[in-house]
T-cell receptor, first 112, second 113 residues
């Protein structure tokens, strides 16, 4: 199993550009989530999904969109990038929200 | 709102020592608590998950305890090794809903050879 994969590993954007961070898992997990990690702060939940076709907002959802068309994939879209979105983004998956969470390697995003 | 605090923020000890990392949380109505390890530039690796009904979990040289009523958890690392150097994160799952984990800021651990 590849586990949780994320692409790209690094990305530089200009303010106002849009992009999609990809996340995929091959463990047949129903629950997937996105976090951002900023210096001096704990990881914060952006969006989550309990299964295909179902998504919900976390603690810091503004400026981000998600969709879940398949069990395997959970992309995160930045509609109009802002410098405040400079961060490291982690995708995680698990069987349910209460089970052990498996994290991807992260995407380091810089917005200029 | 749940808040998770980890003390100390950083710790440096000689190889071979036993050590304890601390985690506290403000709302005792948790579902479970997880300890993660994060190496520089990498993702998080789950070490131990303790359900709210459990008092402790063990994996190899690691032992995690949970005192839900006092809002505390400890991660005990026995016979530390340089390979244990990493940032250790504590995360709490509050309630039975589908929302995610609340993380502490982590303890940066250095084991001196």
């Amino acid at each position: 199993n590849a586990g949780v994969t994320q692409t790209p590993k690094f990305q530089v954007l200009k303010t106002g550009q849009s992009m999609t961070l990809q996340c995929a898992q091959d463990m047949n997990h129903e629950y997937m989530s996105w976090y951002r990690q900023d210096p001096g702060m704990g990881l914060r939940l952006i969006h989550y999904s309990v299964g295909a076709g179902i998504t919900d907002q976390g603690e810091v959802p503004n400026g981000y969109n998600v969709s879940r068309s398949t069990t395997e994939d959970f992309p995160l879209r930045l509609l109009s990038a802002a410098p405040s979105q400079t961060s490291v983004y982690f995708c995680a998956s698990s069987y349910t929200s209460s089970d052990t969470q498996y994290f991807g390697p992260g995407t380091r995003l810089t917005v200029l | 709102k749940q808040e998770v605090t980890q003390i100390p923020a950083a710790l440096s000890v000689p190889e071979g020592e036993n050590l304890v990392l601390n985690c506290s949380f403000t709302d005792s109505a948790i579902y479970n608590l997880q300890w993660f390890r994060q190496d520089p530039g990498k993702g998080l690796t789950s070490l131990l998950l303790i359900q709210s009904s459990q008092r402790e979990q063990t994996s190899g040289r690691l032992n995690a305890s949970l005192d839900k009523s006092s809002g505390r958890s400890t991660l005990y690392i026995a016979a530390s090794q340089p390979g244990d150097s990493a940032t250790y994160l504590c995360a709490v799952k509050s309630g039975g809903g589908a929302d995610g984990l609340t993380f502490g800021k982590g303890t940066h651990l250095i084991i001196q050879p």
